[in-house]
C-alpha cells in the first residue's frame, strides 16, 4: 500500500466565484429549509393528539 504524499494529490481547481455564491446560497437555502420544518413540526404536535393516525382534515375529529 503505498504511503500518502500531498504531493500525489491532484492540485484543486482555481476557485470560481460562481461556485463558490451558489454553494453558499445553497446552505442557506437548506438552513431555511430546516427552519421551517420545525417551525412546522412544532406548529402540529399540539394538533396530532385530537386526531387518529391516518386521519386528515376537519371529519378527523369528529370521528
Same mark, same amino acid.
Given at each position: 500500500? &503505498?504511503?500518502?504524499? %500531498?504531493? !500525489?494529490?491532484?492540485?484543486? %481547481?482555481?476557485?470560481? %466565484?460562481? !461556485?463558490?455564491?451558489?454553494?453558499?446560497?445553497? +446552505? @442557506?437555502?437548506?438552513?431555511?429549509? +430546516? &427552519?421551517?420544518?420545525?417551525?412546522? &413540526?412544532?406548529?402540529?404536535? @399540539?394538533?396530532?393528539?385530537? +386526531?387518529? %393516525? *391516518?386521519?386528515? *382534515?376537519? !371529519? @378527523?375529529?369528529?370521528?
Amino acid at each position: 500500500m &503505498a504511503a500518502k504524499d %500531498p504531493e !500525489n494529490r491532484p492540485a484543486k %481547481p482555481p476557485s470560481d %466565484p460562481r !461556485n463558490a455564491r451558489l454553494k453558499a446560497a445553497l +446552505k @442557506a437555502n437548506l438552513a431555511r429549509r +430546516k &427552519a421551517q420544518a420545525r417551525a412546522r &413540526a412544532s406548529e402540529t404536535g @399540539a394538533d396530532e393528539d385530537d +386526531k387518529r %393516525p *391516518g386521519q386528515t *382534515g376537519t !371529519n @378527523a375529529q369528529e370521528q
